[in-house]
């Protein structure tokens, strides 16, 4: 085994983790909303880009923008019909209905794009460079790029402006939000956007490494769940580091052990963390 | 014309009502206090005001600010317009810094009958959160909170400003300070809501008190009248006036 | 959760006042009528397999209701005792031989040890960690039952022999849907009767308690993890039989077991009818079944209706149908306050 070549390889798969995490941090947090739809949506994004890319004719940047847009409009969508629960904190029942919106995704888009594997080309993907015996491909450097690109623009736009303040004033007390003059429904709906966004450009950048299918989904809520509880929910910096540790778990687990259970690994290694933390887990 | 007019509201937590066709007005430079017993239903009438509660709160009834009903409005158009309001318990966000606690407030239009503070005016009036900005709120003492959370709402250009009990915990001393900062506030043309657990410092500062019992109103007059009432002096200010020779 | 005027409908409260002995005919009558239905609706293999499947569902919703409907929490993990109950008869049945008796055994047996684990790993998180932690459980399972050839692999099992049960005298044996009809009556019966036997219980009222006001069940004296661990582990082992069934009836065994399809079905049959009704799972998974056999729109489309509906009902009638239905009687009985 070739550790360097492992190594970057983690590190790859774990921007992509990390990445496809960062708009569910931010909700988590802010909205105290767990969104089940997140791996749907991260389907959707990724079919919406390939019909752009092979149905329109377009390049894959401008599919790739297509596909952001759509789901921003879709998030918008999605929260606007959710508002009331989210502005009452119903959890539960929020819970359960974003996991009938991921199912409904999934129905509609079997409607749309049928049930047959397709690839999502991206050009990145096909140059390759080698530095010192270690092999990545452009797609692989884009993915590191954008995401620690997400996570610094993330954070700063959190802990440098007055949305961000604004974000972390709803998280901490909305009714007391309302007092400050704060349009709360309207931080949820930008914050649900900001979501779908995110999660949209973390389709566009993985899906190309791997076949798509519109059953996909489920593996990436699972990894997005480990890498938001290691890193402290709605925390931004522990998700990336997170993000990046579980990757490099999974290259090396997968090379080592089977690449076939790397996912039953990684829920190993969490439902390890919610066993042997002392006081459990808490939210705040 | 008054600043704030409220018309028989009423305000019911599930099936029990906490306050019952409440009917108030407070005028421009006029500071103006409610008192009564725990859980009369003093918080509910002031936040009822501002069309904001912690709790499922239905409000009914009419409130005008300047004249113009926001009863319909959602609280957060409210204090956009100008009706401030601190509330009583947890008034300034602990996660923030003092300095983001005062960026959440939204730009001040120029209006009419706003009052308008800058950021100096504000720490002019509290020093103290000068030295404080970088601290979070969760950090600062009950004192500083309370200033934090006048010094925001001032921030934010009220023109009126409803104050729930804002001299909770404090010191005696701290009491008078902030009552008299309201009552420089007031000269100076505010309005001012006030509630008020210690009905002799209400009464030193404010121009008129309301007396509510059980969620109704049963008594109303300007403060010198009021002293003299006779169910005043006897639930709030008689146990001192024997104390005191 | 914050429901607090679901309080009111605490179960106790709703109890019809009739004789003992009335009710018991009653439900007697009802059985019956239900065990001659699919023959007076011209008993053929189609409705005959419709009724079963109606049985197997809505005890494998039951499961979910317990722990939704009185403790408050929504565990997605039940797929994973369903496929247990599934692959407890696949594989002992074709690899052993074993009879419906052993088989249904080793159903329960794994089941309970699965939430207890499931339930201990989780026993100190709540709300939406707890649903994650389940989730990504039931996820993992199907991933490693797709993956692992000793499982059948991708495959599944196949060639489910006929359920056989031994009862000494004679033999029950289910080769067709209408030979198992009569036991999967009985099982949707029992689990029926084990859901009212449960929320009159002790643990029931615990776990209502519980949810409803937990700084109460503190102060009560309540160890709230026990509560939460006790109810978890008792609900496994019934969506566990069901799945057991399920693998007899199709006589084929695989990792769409795991499907996120049982799982919405599961919710979305106890969610339409309102949390804590105790025939809901059932007229839940009536009505989608219903609308699956007879207004279907296409495998996918059905996804789009049972998601939507799931969704909708939360956000536009939280209590469901038997809300709705209290809403507009009282609407009724008292036309204007
Ligand atoms: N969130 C809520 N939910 C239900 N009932 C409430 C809620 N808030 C207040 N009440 C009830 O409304 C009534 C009035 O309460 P309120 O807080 O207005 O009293 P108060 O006069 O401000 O008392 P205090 O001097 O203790 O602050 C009380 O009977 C209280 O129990
Ligand atoms: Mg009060």
């Not at chain 1, 759509?70 to 029942?93: E, P």
């Not at chain 2, 599930?14 to 206090?33: E, M, P, Q």
């Not at chain 3, 049945?93 to 790993?121: H, K, Q």
């Amino acid at each position: 085994m070739n550790v360097a070549q492992q190594l970057v390889n983690g590190l790859v798969i774990g921007s992509g983790f990390a990445c496809v995490a960062l708009g569910w941090t931010i909700l988590l947090g802010a909205a105290r909303l767990v969104n089940f739809a997140h791996g749907q949506m991260y389907m959707l994004a990724a079919f919406i880009c390939w019909f752009a890319l092979t149905r329109w004719g377009l390049d894959f940047t401008a599919a790739a923008v297509v596909a952001v847009l759509a789901m921003g409009v879709l998030g918008i969508l999605m929260q606007s019909a959710m508002s009331q629960l989210v502005v009452s904190q119903n959890l539960t029942s929020l819970m359960i209905v974003t996991l009938g919106f991921g199912y409904m995704i999934q129905g509609a888009a079997g409607l749309g794009f049928g049930g047959s594997p397709h690839a999502l080309a991206s050009p990145a993907d096909k140059v390759q460079y080698q530095i010192g015996g270690i092999w990545f491909t452009g797609q692989d450097l884009i993915i590191v790029t954008v995401t620690l690109a997400l996570y610094a623009g993330v954070w700063l736009l959190l802990n440098r402006t007055r949305q961000g303040a604004m974000v972390r004033a709803i998280a901490e007390d909305p009714k007391l939000a309302q007092i400050f003059g704060i349009n709360t429904w309207l931080v949820y709906v930008a914050v649900f956007m900001l979501e779908a966004v995110l999660v949209a450009i973390a389709a566009v950048l993985v899906a190309p490494k791997t076949p798509i299918l519109t059953s996909m989904g489920f593996e990436e809520v699972i990894m997005t769940f480990v890498v938001v509880v290691l890193g402290g929910v709605g925390n931004v910096g522990g998700a990336l580091v997170a993000g990046l540790a579980l990757g490099i778990f999974t290259a090396f687990f997968g090379a080592l052990v089977s690449p076939a259970y790397t996912t039953a690994a990684s829920f190993a290694v969490l439902l390890a963390f919610l066993t042997l933390r002392p006081e459990g887990f808490s939210f705040r | 014309m008054n600043v704030l007019d409220a018309a028989d509201l009423t305000v019911r937590y599930g099936g029990s009502v906490a306050l019952r066709d409440a009917t108030l007005a407070v005028g421009a430079g006029r500071l103006v206090a409610v008192a009564g017993a725990n859980g009369a239903g003093k918080s509910t009438l002031v936040n009822a005001c501002a069309g904001w509660s912690r709790g499922h709160a239905s409000i009914a009834g009419d409130v005008r600010l300047d004249g113009r009903s926001v009863a319909r409005l959602a609280a957060y158009r409210r204090a956009r317009l100008g009706i401030q309001c601190v509330p009583e318990g947890k008034n300034v966000f602990g996660e923030l810094t003092v300095e983001e606690n005062f960026a959440l407030v939204p730009a001040v239009p120029r209006e009419a009958g706003r009052h308008v503070f800058s950021r100096e005016d504000v720490l002019g009036l509290f020093p103290r959160l000068h030295e404080r900005r970088t601290h979070k709120g969760s950090a600062l003492s009950g004192g500083e909170r309370q200033m934090l959370a006048i010094g925001r709402a001032l921030l934010a250009g009220p023109r009126i400003l409803l104050l729930d009990e804002p001299s909770v915990g404090l010191a005696p001393r701290l009491i008078f300070d902030v009552l008299t900062v309201v009552r420089r506030l007031v000269d100076d043309g505010l309005a001012v809501l006030l509630v008020e657990q210690n009905v002799s410092a209400a009464l030193d500062v404010a121009d008129e008190l309301y007396l509510i019992e059980r969620g109704r109103i049963v008594g109303h007059g300007d403060a010198a009248a009021m002293r003299q009432d006779e169910r005043i002096a006897q639930a709030y200010l008689g146990g001192l006036a024997e104390v005191e020779p | 959760m914050t429901e607090h005027s679901m309080a009111l409908d605490a179960p106790a409260a709703r109890r019809s006042p009739r004789h003992p002995a009335i009710r018991a005919l009653a439900v007697a009558a009802a059985v019956a009528l239900a065990y001659w239905l699919p023959s007076w609706l011209g008993g053929s293999p189609l409705t005959y397999g419709f009724f079963v499947t109606l049985a197997i569902f809505s005890v494998m919703a039951v499961g979910v209701d317990i722990v939704l409907s009185y403790l408050g929490e929504v565990s997605l993990g039940h797929t994973i005792f369903w496929a247990i109950g599934g692959y407890s008869a696949a594989i002992l049945s074709t690899s052993w031989d074993a009879n419906g008796w052993i088989t249904a055994a080793t159903a329960v047996g794994l089941a309970v040890l699965a939430a207890a684990f499931l339930g201990w790993a989780t026993l100190k998180t709540r709300e939406f960690v707890f649903s994650l932690a389940t989730y990504a459980a039931a996820v993992v399972a199907g991933e490693i039952a797709f993956n692992t050839d000793a499982l059948g692999g991708s495959d599944g099992i196949v060639g489910i022999p006929a359920l056989r049960l031994p009862l000494g005298f004679a033999e029950f044996s289910g080769r067709s849907n209408q030979e198992l009809w009569p036991l999967a009556l009985l099982l949707l019966v029992l689990s029926i009767y084990f859901v009212d036997r449960f929320r009159r219980s002790r643990l029931g009222t615990e776990a209502l308690m519980v949810q409803m006001n937990p700084p109460l069940a503190i102060a009560s004296g309540l160890d709230i993890r026990k509560v939460r661990f006790r109810v978890f582990v008792v609900s496994a082992p019934i969506t566990a039989l069901a799945g057991w069934l399920y693998g007899y009836q199709r006589a084929y065994v695989g990792p769409d077991m795991f499907d996120m399809y049982f799982l919405t079905l599961m919710l979305t049959a106890v969610i339409v009818v309102g949390r804590r009704v105790l025939l809901g799972p059932l007229i839940g998974v009536a009505l989608i079944l219903l609308q699956q056999n007879y207004f279907s729109i296409g495998g996918d489309g059905n996804k789009v209706v049972l998601g939507a509906v799931l969704a909708f009902v939360l956000i536009v009638w939280p209590q469901g149908l038997a809300g709705l239905a209290r809403r507009i009687w009282r609407a009724r009985a008292q036309p204007r306050s």
